[in-house]
Antibody, heavy 117, light 107 residues
Framework: QVQLVQSGAEVKKPGASVKVSCKAS????????MHWVRQAPGQGLEWMGR????????TYAQRLQGRVTMTRDTSTSTVYMELSSLRSEDTAVYYC??????????WGQGTLVTVSS | SYELTQPPSVSVSPGQTARITCSGD??????AYWYQQKSGQAPVLVIY???KRPSGIPERFSGSSSGTKATLTISGAQVEDEADYYC??????????FGGGTKLTVL
């Protein structure tokens, strides 16, 4: 069965960077795009971007361009999302979600990133 | 940047039909997807490609799209359907976008 297992919660100071991982299993890793979605406390869902695990190409949300980097390691079936220059507004639960014809049927369990001085 | 607009809240009594709308300029050319999110949980896909229902989703959930508006309909809403609902689509460059979300109250 498809599983997406994310890394644990993080606490970071403003200005720092955070790197969240998402390890996939139960399917052919390179066959499906992976997306990242975040949700600030009490707020809605925000699409952050996606990566093609096959070739590594990425598409990012315009408002995060320049601060977000998505990478993958095909040897471990893991995708990574790194967000730099963190500010308090980046405090959120970060999800990875596997694409299937633009549907997100499979989601990771979420990773809470807290940005606080 | 591209936006999808949803009403902040919808309220119905149990057994009534709930309709949640999502407006976006690109919807005539792009599919709409709908997600249900209950408190503290990851979102769950309830409708894909405007009107298709994934396996395991009750038949009372249906979707439609016409022009710049997509609609999620819950026929005979039940108390357990109370949740936040988000529409999702993509813009012309393939970037994703979620609507602001609609809180459905069933009481």
């Amino acid at each position: 069965q498809v599983q997406l297992v994310q890394s644990g919660a993080e606490v970071k100071k403003p200005g720092a960077s955070v790197k969240v991982s998402c390890k996939a299993s139960g399917y052919t890793f390179t066959s499906y795009y992976m997306h990242w979605v975040r949700q600030a406390p009490g707020q809605g869902l925000e699409w952050m971007g996606r990566i093609d695990p096959s070739g590594g190409s990425t598409t990012y949300a315009q408002r995060l361009q320049g601060r977000v980097t998505m990478t993958r390691d095909t040897s471990t079936s893991t995708v990574y999302m790194e967000l730099s220059s963190l500010r308090s507004e980046d405090t959120a639960v970060y999800y990875c979600a596997r694409d299937h014809s633009s549907s997100f049927y499979y989601w990771g369990q979420g990773t809470l990133v807290t940005v606080s001085s | 940047s591209y936006e999808l607009t949803q009403p902040p809240s919808v309220s119905v009594s149990p057994g009534q039909t709930a309709r949640i709308t999502c407006s976006g300029d690109a919807l005539p050319k792009k599919y709409a997807y709908w997600y249900q999110q209950k408190s503290g949980q990851a979102p769950v896909l309830v409708i894909y490609e405007d009107n298709k229902r994934p396996s395991g989703i009750p038949e009372r959930f249906s979707g439609s799209s016409s022009g710049t508006k997509a609609t999620l309909t819950i026929s005979g809403a039940q108390v357990e359907d109370e949740a936040d609902y988000y529409c999702y689509s993509t813009d012309s460059s393939g970037r994703g976008v979620f609507g602001g979300g609609t809180k459905l109250t069933v009481l």
